[in-house]
């Protein structure tokens, strides 16, 4: 379920994210909308793509491997299923009421 967040301003003078290529930064961003209240996301680049970027004509694996070489997600395999999750999600969102979907690495 997507979900309304914000972006912390101290987002954008972390290292690791302004080392990423602007597409890369943006989805970065997004991803947080279809991540759960702990920043599990499931691993699936054509839904992120279609969720997220529908417009753009980028590879949405291509940006994932990116943000998984500059320690922005990681990946990870649970119940079956490849799931990302978002480095320091905690530190940018503080969810009232958090609820979780998926498993945690």
Known sequence: MARIRSIHPGQWSD?????????ARILALALRNI??????FEWKPLTIKMQLLPADSIDVTALLSEMVANN?????????????????FMRWQRPKKPTYQHPCP
């Open 72 to 88: 922005i997600v990681i990946e990870f395999d649970a119940e079956g299923k490849r799931y990302g999750a978002i480095r320091n």
């Open 35 to 40: 991540a759960d209240d702990r920043g599990v």
């Open 15 to 23: 290292e690791d994210f302004v080392a990423l290529s602007f597409p």
